[in-house]
């Protein structure tokens, strides 16, 4: 039995996006079947799966007319499926959703109460729990593993050009985001969401658990974090910096589009800092000869200096670092 619409509910759409999801998928229906908040729909969004996910959620259509199931032509990957189904969202708020986590009762309650009390907020994530990957063991706050130590409010845009803090899992938006959010551009799709979310206002964070959110061999995104070991050994490595490279050059773009979508003063300027910091990063990995990347670095260390982006000083070493494998780059430059 559906639950009651309780009044001055808005319309909540969930889109859950589905590969070969038989272990797993059941549970997280009925998580989000089971949520306080009950005006809400569920789309299905199945990725050519070849195990029982489509009978699985075939069988949870016909119990409840919440819930929808569509099929993609070809196995697409998280964010071109999600683009290709958006316009499926009836909901003034949207929540997307992976197929192997689980949602706590309250987490679209609590989410959709925060944009409703804050109307100039376009995006509210919330904190998660990770487990393993049969429950049986709780390893903490997502957060606070990948550095997050706020109790709760708002986070500035600031803080999302420092490392990602957006689940995709754990996120809940207006729907009057996605023509800025579309298409998206060749980036992490949370990330992007956060970036996005964030151009006019700090977006909310509510420092509650409330996903559990699964890491297995299977995951695409863990909660891992790399070390300063890891980038010491790779300071000579050119495939690791060639493939670090498009990375930063796929990022300039980003932050080019970003500015273009427009945001309040204070994200125009943060965002102004971190594009000519990483265009001066980049003209140093392709400078021609080592003055031309002394210079490109000097303009890098110049920017960071005068700027509130002292975290970028990691960043500007690694590079500065690397000269003996940026020689043996010399004849790669990234495709137009």
Same mark, same amino acid.
């Given at each position: 039995?559906?639950?009651?619409?309780?009044?001055?509910?808005?319309?909540?759409?969930?889109?859950?996006?589905?590969? #070969?999801?038989?272990?797993?998928? @059941?549970?997280? /229906?009925?998580?989000?079947?089971?949520?306080?908040?009950?005006?809400?729909?569920?789309?299905?969004?199945? $990725?050519?799966?070849? $195990?029982?996910?489509?009978?699985?959620? %075939?069988?949870?259509?016909?119990? &409840?007319?919440?819930?929808?199931?569509?099929?993609?032509?070809?196995?697409?990957?998280?964010? @071109?499926?999600?683009?290709?189904?958006?316009?499926?969202?009836?909901?003034?708020?949207?929540?997307?959703?992976?197929? &192997?986590?689980?949602? *706590?009762?309250?987490?679209?309650?609590?989410?959709?109460?925060? *944009?409703?009390?804050?109307?100039?907020?376009?995006?509210?994530?919330? $904190?998660?729990?990770?487990?393993?990957? &049969?429950?049986?063991?709780?390893? !903490?706050?997502?957060?606070?593993?990948? =550095?997050?130590?706020?109790?709760? !409010?708002?986070?500035?845009?600031?803080?999302?050009?420092?490392?990602?803090?957006? =689940?995709?899992?754990?996120?809940?938006?207006?729907?009057?985001?996605?023509?800025?959010? *579309?298409?998206?551009?060749?980036?992490?799709?949370?990330?992007?969401?956060?970036?996005? !979310?964030?151009?006019?206002?700090?977006?909310?964070?509510?420092?509650?658990?409330?996903?559990? +959110?699964?890491?297995?061999?299977? #995951?695409?995104? !863990?909660?891992? %974090?790399?070390? #300063?070991?890891?980038?010491?050994?790779?300071?000579? $490595?050119?495939?690791?910096?060639?493939? +670090?490279?498009?990375?930063?050059?796929?990022?300039?773009?980003?932050?080019?589009?970003?500015?273009?979508?427009?945001?309040?003063?204070?994200?125009?300027?943060?965002?102004?800092?971190?594009?000519?910091?990483?265009?001066?990063?980049?003209?140093?990995?392709?400078?021609?000869?080592?003055? =031309?990347?002394?210079?490109?670095?000097?303009?890098?260390?110049?920017?960071?200096?005068?700027? &509130?982006?002292? +975290?970028?000083?990691?960043?500007?070493?690694?590079?500065?670092?690397?000269? =003996?494998? /940026?020689?043996?780059?010399?004849?790669?430059?990234?495709?137009?």
């Amino acid at each position: 039995m559906e639950p009651k619409e309780k009044p001055n509910q808005p319309l909540v759409s969930i889109l859950l996006n589905v590969f #070969n999801g038989e272990p797993y998928l @059941a549970q997280q /229906i009925d998580s989000i079947l089971a949520q306080t908040y009950s005006n809400l729909e569920l789309i299905i969004c199945d $990725d050519c799966s070849t $195990d029982r996910t489509p009978e699985i959620a %075939q069988e949870y259509v016909r119990k &409840d007319t919440r819930v929808r199931w569509v099929r993609n032509e070809r196995n697409m990957r998280v964010s @071109a499926t999600f683009q290709a189904h958006a316009h499926l969202c009836r909901g003034e708020f949207i929540a997307p959703s992976d197929a &192997d986590d689980i949602w *706590l009762p309250e987490k679209i309650e609590k989410q959709a109460a925060f *944009l409703m009390a804050h109307p100039k907020v376009d995006l509210v994530v919330t $904190d998660l729990t990770v487990v393993n990957h &049969d429950l049986s063991e709780k390893m !903490g706050s997502f957060h606070e593993k990948i =550095g997050n130590h706020s109790r709760g !409010g708002f986070i500035p845009i600031d803080a999302l050009l420092v490392r990602n803090l957006v =689940g995709w899992h754990a996120s809940c938006f207006r729907r009057a985001l996605l023509p800025r959010l *579309l298409p998206m551009p060749v980036f992490t799709w949370d990330a992007w969401l956060g970036l996005v !979310g964030a151009l006019n206002h700090p977006f909310g964070f509510i420092a509650e658990q409330l996903v559990l +959110y699964r890491q297995h061999a299977v #995951n695409i995104v !863990g909660s891992r %974090q790399r070390g #300063n070991t890891f980038y010491i050994k790779r300071l000579n $490595d050119p495939e690791y910096l060639r493939i +670090y490279f498009e990375g930063k050059s796929n990022e300039a773009i980003v932050y080019n589009r970003l500015l273009a979508l427009g945001g309040s003063d204070s994200a125009e300027k943060a965002l102004k800092q971190k594009a000519a910091n990483q265009r001066y990063l980049l003209e140093a990995i392709q400078a021609a000869n080592f003055w =031309g990347f002394v210079s490109s670095m000097a303009k890098a260390a110049w920017v960071i200096l005068k700027s &509130d982006q002292k +975290y970028h000083v990691k960043q500007w070493a690694f590079i500065a670092l690397s000269w =003996g494998a /940026i020689r043996k780059l010399k004849s790669y430059r990234p495709t137009a």
